[in-house]
């Protein structure tokens, strides 16, 4: 069962299309990756699932019931944007009045646990506006945990995190979803970060979605390689695909996929008389794949 399906989700703004017959596929105790641009119906698609928009048409279904059933909405825990807190008061106080909100149950015990979590708890009694950036959205992670929600919906969560807050993050999402089957719908802008975590992808653009995919499905085409810059490219390439089958001409350099260490390739062609003046061995990561997924579209 998906925690999240949608079927032609559309909602528009002033007549235009901020997102466009949208079918979404997020599998229960997924990580999901959502990448997007700027402006490309991230957030409005969340905020649709949220509930805090209304579609103009198409379907939204979590965990195969209608998105407005009660039950199913209790189980959400979201953090969309920015974390709506009162800046006077203390991220003790900010967390306590959402859990009073949230109507969850044994709330001081719940705030103490979910602020340790991101570890927050020795920044209880700071006033939410006298908070950093990665203080806040952390405290917005924190509010999104409250009451063991069963699916999490976290816009941008490790925006303006630093190293140890991103780990932190990332833990935390990781252990919920291996421990706990919690389900996790997550957009980030940080793509070396996001593939550190996801397990599934789905590329939005202009309001549609162009891709959806599992990670593992995603090796095939994000694939290692060796990467060699040579005194002649021409005719290393020449000297290589005799040896190996998926040779590239790239960059000012020569790609071999199928060969993960360097040395072999350095060994072969200086026995081929090539000199090596560079060798690497290379991954093309999340972030050069969705630049390639993009340029393919624009027809680049
Ligand atoms: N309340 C609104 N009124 C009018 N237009 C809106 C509103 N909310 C979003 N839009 C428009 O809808 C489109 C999608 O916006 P959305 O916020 O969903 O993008 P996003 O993918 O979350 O972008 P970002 O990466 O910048 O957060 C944009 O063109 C935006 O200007
Ligand atoms: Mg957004």
Do not use: W
């Not at 017959?21 to 957030?43: A, M, Q, R, T, W």
């Not at 700071?126 to 945990?145: I, N, Y």
């Not at 694939?223 to 000012?252: P, Q, S």
């Amino acid at each position: 069962m998906h925690a999240i399906e949608t079927n032609g989700l559309s909602k528009a703004f002033h007549g235009i299309y901020a997102v466009q017959d949208l079918n979404l596929h997020v599998p229960e105790g997924s990580i999901y990756g959502f990448i997007g641009e700027n402006g490309s119906g991230k957030s409005t698609t969340e905020k649709l699932i949220c509930g805090l928009l209304v579609p103009k048409a198409g379907e939204i279904r979590l965990y195969g019931k209608h998105y407005t059933d009660a039950g199913v909405r209790r189980s959400i825990g979201a953090l969309i944007e920015n974390p709506a807190c009162f800046p006077n008061s203390t991220v003790y106080q900010n967390m306590m009045m959402q859990a009073l909100n949230l109507d969850v149950k044994h709330p001081k015990a719940e705030v103490g646990r979910v602020l340790k979590l991101v570890s927050m708890a020795g920044a209880s009694g700071r006033k939410f506006k006298e908070c950093s950036l990665g203080m806040k959205q952390r405290l917005g992670v924190a509010q999104a945990l409250l009451g063991r929600p069963r699916l999490l919906i976290l816009d941008e969560p490790i925006n303006g995190l630093d190293a140890d807050g991103m780990r932190i993050v990332r833990e935390t999402l990781t252990d919920l979803a291996k421990d706990e089957g919690v389900t996790v719908l997550v957009s980030s802008h940080i793509l070396g970060e996001l593939s550190k975590i996801a397990t599934h992808y789905g590329i939005i653009r202009n309001g549609a979605l162009i891709r959806e995919m599992p990670a593992s499905a995603m090796g095939d085409e994000c694939r290692d390689f060796v990467f060699v810059k040579t005194g002649d490219n021409d005719r290393a390439t020449a000297a290589l695909r005799i040896k190996y089958r998926e040779v590239e001409g790239k960059d000012g350099g020569v790609r071999v996929y199928d060969e993960e260490e360097s040395e072999n390739v350095a060994a072969y062609l200086y026995e081929n008389g090539v000199a090596v003046k560079e060798i690497a061995f290379n991954k093309i990561g999340l972030e050069e794949y969705y630049i390639r997924v993009m340029s393919k579209r624009e027809g680049k």
